[in-house]
């Protein structure tokens, strides 16, 4: 089945600087890579995400790459605030009729004011 | 608010027992997934149905079911409960299966005792 790697499992970064964080996945029939934010004691909740077609996506301060070949994607955070302070799933869904969803094991990031 | 809702929200009872947790997807919403999430753990995946129908099944223990009613309330049923499985449970929600945004509930928080 599928497998997700996320690194690095913490992150300190001052304010103002960025952050990436890396997954990679083992099924290269995966499709579709969501990010999702989860502060604490809340819901998970969806940052940004790539369908395998596209190379690149941007969002503000957000920008997810994917590379299908080497089948790993990362998450980049531009000027970093206090309030992007989480845990960051990074996850794989598979295509066609069976669509398990894998998550990465999350990274904690500390963004220090 | 996700617009998906999750009964109860805190949950305590004893090993060995059966407890049911219900969920409501959002309005239009045909998906529902089921996630297990132990504490400082990732997301664990356990299973997805779609439109009434099971679609996928992760990392769900044969002490665990799950149904989607032709209303789309989805409940996921925990037999035989362990200690082990204290957990935050969380349920999702998208429009089809797939390369859809999930929408995540406010989880319900188990503790066996």
């Known amino acids: 089945g599928e497998n997700v790697e996320q690194h690095p499992s913490t992150l300190s970064v001052q304010e103002g600087d960025s952050a990436v964080i890396k997954c990679t996945y083992s099924?290269?029939?995966?499709?579709?890579f969501p990010w999702y934010k989860q502060e604490l004691g809340k819901r998970p909740q969806l940052i940004i995400d790539?369908?395998?077609?596209?190379g690149e996506k941007k969002d503000q301060r957000i920008a997810v790459t994917l590379n299908k070949t080497a089948k790993h994607f990362s998450l980049h955070i531009t000027e970093t605030q206090p309030e992007d302070s989480a845990v960051y799933f990074c996850a794989a869904v598979g295509s066609g009729g069976y669509q398990k969803v894998t998550f990465g094991t999350g990274t904690k990031l500390q963004v220090i004011p | 608010d996700s617009g998906v809702t999750q009964t109860p929200k805190h949950l305590i009872t004893a090993t060995g027992q059966r407890v049911t947790l219900r969920c409501s997807p959002r309005s239009g919403d045909l998906s529902v997934y089921w996630y297990q999430q132990s504490l400082d753990q990732g997301l664990q995946f356990l299973i997805q149905y779609y439109n009434g129908e099971e679609r996928a099944k992760g990392n769900i223990l044969e002490r665990f079911s799950a149904q989607q009613f032709p209303d789309l309330h989805s409940e996921l049923n925990l037999s035989s409960l362990e200690l082990g499985d204290s957990a935050l449970y969380f349920c999702?929600?998208?429009?089809?299966?797939?390369?859809?945004?999930?929408?995540f509930g406010p989880g319900t928080r188990l503790t066996v005792t």
């Open positions: 790539i369908r395998s077609n596209v």
């Open positions: 999702a929600s998208s429009l089809r299966q797939g390369a859809y945004e999930q929408y």
């Open positions: 099924d290269s029939a995966s499709n579709y």
